[in-house]
T-cell receptor
Framework: DAGVTQSPTHLIKTRGQQVTLRCSPI?????VSWYQQVLGQGPQFIFQ???????GRGNFPDRFSARQFPNYSSELNVNALLLGDSALYLC????????????FGQGTRLTVV | KQEVTQIPAALSVPEGENLVLNCSFT??????LQWFRQDPGKGLTSLLL?????REQTSGRLNASLDKSSGRSTLYIAASQPGDSATYLC?????????????FGKGTKLSVIP
């Protein structure tokens, strides 16, 4: 079975632009979460979606938004990019919402110039 | 607010040594704790998941323990190999408010010297 897949793997954007990152969870997993990891830090929670509904939101500005589709894949959108948005964006999927193992994708490296 | 601390931040050991990585958390009301491995510039690989009712989990040369009441977990790596070199992260999932997220430590960067 394929693991969590994210696309693209690398991305370079200019300040002020918008970006969309994509994630396909492990087959059968209904929960998708997004995390941001800056260099030298642990991942920081952005969103959790379960059964296509937002179940949790981290301390990120409204420029960040996400959605989950009927096939449980997900997109993360970031508007009006800032230099500080440069980071590794990680997607995690799990079978259920709470007490099951989380599996991460390889991440999308976003560089804002 | 849950806070997770990992000590040491970096560790260098000769090949073949046994080693222990530490993780502490401030709020003991957790569903579970998960250990991950991260290679430079890559995603996270899940190593072990310990539910709050469990004391330890083992996978190959890895053994993770959990003492929920004291807010501590350890990851024991036996007979370390150069291929074990990576950053190791622990993360907890609260059972109360904020249960939708994993809270991570900053990681321990392990170097195993041949």
């Amino acid at each position: 079975d394929a693991g969590v897949t994210q696309s693209p793997t690398h991305l370079i954007k200019t300040r002020g632009q918008q970006v969309t990152l994509r994630c396909s969870p492990i087959s059968g997993h209904k929960s998708v979460s997004w995390y941001q990891q800056v260099l030298g830090q642990g991942p920081q929670f952005i969103f959790q979606y379960y059964e296509k509904e937002e179940r949790g939101r981290g301390n990120f500005p409204d420029r960040f938004s996400a959605r989950q589709f009927p096939n449980y894949s997900s997109e993360l959108n970031v508007n009006a990019l800032l230099l500080g948005d440069s980071a590794l964006y990680l997607c995690a999927s799990s079978l259920q919402r709470l007490n099951t193992e989380a599996f991460f994708g390889q991440g999308t490296r976003l560089t804002v110039v | 607010k849950q806070e997770v601390t990992q000590i040491p931040a970096a560790l260098s050991v000769p090949e073949g040594e046994n080693l222990v990585l530490n993780c502490s958390f401030t709020d003991s009301a957790i569903y579970n704790l998960q250990w991950f491995r991260q290679d430079p510039g890559k995603g996270l690989t899940s190593l072990l998941l310990i539910q709050s009712s469990q004391r330890e989990q083992t996978s190959g040369r890895l053994n993770a323990s959990l003492d929920k009441s004291s807010g501590r977990s350890t990851l024991y790596i036996a007979a370390s190999q150069p291929g074990d070199s990576a950053t190791y992260l622990c993360a907890v999932r609260n059972s109360g408010a904020g249960s939708y997220q994993l809270t991570f430590g900053k990681g321990t960067k392990l170097s195993v010297i041949p």
